[in-house]
């Protein structure tokens, strides 16, 4: 429950789209093996962390800055996962929730 999509714009070698689908961070129920469901349950300090590291990799690959759009469910912990990547990709992607990705 609860994922994270982006998709990217199409390569320079080949147009193309690429997909990367990226699991929300820890939260405290993670963190306790409790099953979450559909339940809005926020990151926790590690989960936010988890988030930056990705959102930080895919900066380092020159990535980011290809991304075109992002796309979570509407859930706090995809939410924020995804808020905190878009916020290190380009100026003008595009940042949607879809509850249909639940």
């Known amino acids: 429950?609860?994922?994270v999509k982006m998709a990217a714009c199409e390569d320079t070698r080949a147009r193309q789209t690429r997909l990367y689908?990226?699991?929300?961070?820890?939260?405290?129920?993670n963190a306790d093996k409790r099953i979450q469901g559909q339940l809005d349950i926020e990151l926790n300090a590690v989960g936010r962390r988890q988030a930056?590291?990705?959102a930080q990799a895919l900066q380092d690959l020159g990535v980011a800055?290809?991304?075109?759009?992002?796309?979570?469910?509407?859930?706090?912990?995809?939410?924020?996962?995804a808020d905190l990547i878009a916020q290190r990709c380009r100026k003008g992607t595009v940042r949607r929730r879809d509850a249909g990705l639940r």
């Open 1 to 3: 429950a609860g994922s």
């Open 21 to 29: 689908i990226i699991r929300h961070g820890e939260t405290v129920w």
């Open 52 to 54: 930056e590291v990705v």
């Open 65 to 81: 800055e290809q991304i075109e759009a992002v796309v979570s469910s509407d859930l706090l912990r995809a939410s924020e996962t």
